[in-house]
């Protein structure tokens, strides 16, 4: 079974930088894309950042400039660097990885990132 473990969320003040790390492992035989979501209480999740197994990479307005997705494949890994965080960047931060056959998309449980003084 696949597994999708986040870490690296936590609080830091406007201005500042923090990086999320998504891990997979499980019964992985190929990951296509991966990215990451985020959602707000009472909103619906919104898409972040894109990033496909060969590199190519896309990003919400609200972020681009501010936010780089990246991956090791060798890993099973992407990876969130964000800066400039805005209080508005405050949400549950989730992954998910992409794979040919099922279960097709796999989630990960989610990490909490509160952007505040």
């Known amino acids: 079974q696949v597994q999708l473990v986040e870490s690296g969320g936590g609080l830091v003040q406007p201005g500042g930088l923090l990086r999320l790390s998504c891990a997979a492992s499980g019964g992985i035989f190929r990951i296509n894309g991966m990215g990451w979501y985020r959602q707000v209480p009472g909103k619906q999740r919104e898409l972040v950042a894109v990033i496909a197994r060969g590199g190519s990479t896309g990003y919400a307005d609200s972020v681009k400039g501010r936010f780089t997705i990246s991956r090791d494949n060798a890993k099973n890994t992407v990876y969130l660097q964000m800066s400039s965080l805005k209080p508005e960047d405050t949400a549950v931060y989730y992954c998910?990885?992409?794979?040919?056959?099922?279960?097709?998309?796999?989630w990960g449980q989610g990490t909490q990132v509160t952007v505040s003084s």
């Open positions: 998910y990885a992409d794979f040919s056959v099922s279960p097709f998309r796999s």
